[in-house]
């Protein structure tokens, strides 16, 4: 097998590959078995149909076209590892040469894995960023524990609404003094404060006391999922029917022993504390990764090819589009509500698409230079983080795993995290 190799641009390869004849007569007889398998003709039997019957049934480019698909994927892999060439997408196939007798000559236009020049991976200076639970988180999360434990009581009577109260108002909004739809409710209950509509509606109830009516003022932002609404301004009809104020139970031993898995207010504020503790360790630590990460990434440098983008983009939307399913919306209503379309969707993945590929392949790089290994075991621990990820059983994951050929893609992922593991290890102290 020759092969010849040129580029097609800054991004693109095109391989010329020779494949000798004696290769393309074994396809061929390969080729009129798997074709007297599948179609039927009169006077034989179902695959045994000689070769000058096919060829007078189907015609002799019908043979060779079916034996280029059988000859062409090992010849072109032999070619891609021959010229160490490592493409990030389908190949497209021009054939130049198939005759019976004669060399097949085709060519392959490719995009191959660009190559990555390294900088500073080691000893890089990356601060871990503080660990602290403030006393205002702390009693954060004590009002928010009392509040599932609240009672909920009528205001005096003559009172104003304040932020924070519950409250049910019947509403009719208008742009241009004519109602729109989806503008008008009867008994809307509320909690003002919240943030539940329009930036400054909730803001103008403040003060209104039961039975008493106000128009409130809104401008609907521009990039409003009902564009028929976006940037227009609206005049909302209230009244409000009723408040409500939020009574916490009292902050003591007995409260919290009955209320909660916890002793005592001390027992329980000190555990809460540990806990947010280590919610805050966790988060710095994944913040200390990520910025070492995009450090060593900068460091290098690489041309990433579009596509590898673009796959990026694909992919991310499809766990958007799988993330959305499992709340019960689908990607034309997420499309509608955010006001846009899939081209400005795509768009706005791609900066974190092109930094999430730069960065697998700086990890990718640092592994081969650093020839890192994965253990088989360690194939078995990701596969049981997956299973467990998903909900299965790492016998099934494997199952997935092997039927769909992506055992190199888990070498790859292992490698990398343990590439990403190397420099977390290796900061500057």
């Known amino acids: 097998m020759k092969v010849s190799t040129e580029k097609a641009d800054s991004q693109k390869l095109v391989l010329t590959i020779e494949a000798p004849a004696d290769e393309l007569a074994k396809a061929v007889k390969a080729a009129c078995k798997k074709l007297a398998d599948r179609v039927n003709i009169p006077g034989f039997r179902k695959g045994h149909a000689p070769k000058q019957i096919l060829v007078r049934h189907l015609g002799k480019q019908a043979i060779l076209d079916e034996a280029f698909e059988l000859l062409a994927p090992k010849t072109l892999n032999d070619a891609f590892i021959q010229e160490k060439v490592e493409p990030v997408d389908r190949p497209q196939i021009e054939i130049v040469t198939l ?36 006393e205002d988180e702390l009693e954060k999360q004590i009002k928010n524990m009392r509040s599932h434990h609240a009672k909920m009581v009528d205001a005096p009577e003559g009172a104003a609404v304040e932020k924070d109260n519950f409250i049910t108002l019947d509403f009719l909004g208008k742009v241009d003094g004519t109602a729109f739809k989806g503008g008008e409710a009867k008994d809307y209950p509320l909690q003002v404060g919240s943030g539940q509509f329009i ?6 109830l403040i ?3 039961v039975g008493e009516e106000k128009d409130v003022k809104v401008k609907f932002p521009d990039d409003y999922h009902e564009a028929s ?43 809460l504390h ?6 805050a360790k966790t988060r710095a630590e994944s913040e200390l990764r990520s910025k070492a990460l995009k ?65 697998d392949l700086v990890l990718e790089k640092i592994a081969q230079i650093e020839e890192l290994k994965v253990a088989p075991e360690e194939i078995d621990t990701e596969i049981s983080l997956m299973a467990a990820r998903y909900g299965t059983t790492p016998k099934e994951v494997k199952k997935i795993v ?15 995290k343990k590439a990403a593991q190397l420099i977390i290890d290796n900061l500057a102290k």
């Open 99 to 134: 005759e019976e007798g004669s060399d097949v000559v085709f060519k392959a236009t490719v995009t191959p894995k660009p190559e990555v020049t390294l900088g500073d991976y080691k000893g890089l200076a990356v601060e871990m960023p503080k660990v602290e639970v403030s």
């Open 199 to 204: 930036a400054g509606f909730e803001d103008q």
């Open 207 to 209: 003060g209104v006391k």
């Open 229 to 271: 609404l976006a940037g227009k301004e609206a005049v909302f009809s209230c009244k409000v029917n009723s408040i409500k104020i939020q009574e916490l139970p009292e902050l003591n031993d007995e409260f919290v022993k009955k209320s909660t898995s916890y002793e005592s207010v001390e027992d329980m504020k000190a555990k």
């Open 274 to 279: 540990e806990n947010l503790l280590k919610a």
């Open 295 to 359: 450090t060593a990434a900068d460091n290098a440098k690489v041309s990433i090819p579009d596509v590898m983008v673009d796959n990026r983009v694909d992919s991310m939307l499809n766990e958007l589009s799988v993330n959305l399913e499992s709340h019960g919306m689908n990607m034309e209503q997420y499309l509608k509500y955010s006001n846009t379309d899939m081209s400005k969707l795509r768009e706005t993945y791609r900066q974190s698409a092109a930094e999430a590929v730069k960065t």
């Open 402 to 416: 092997a039927k769909n050929g992506y055992i190199a893609n888990l070498y790859e992922t292992i490698n990398r």
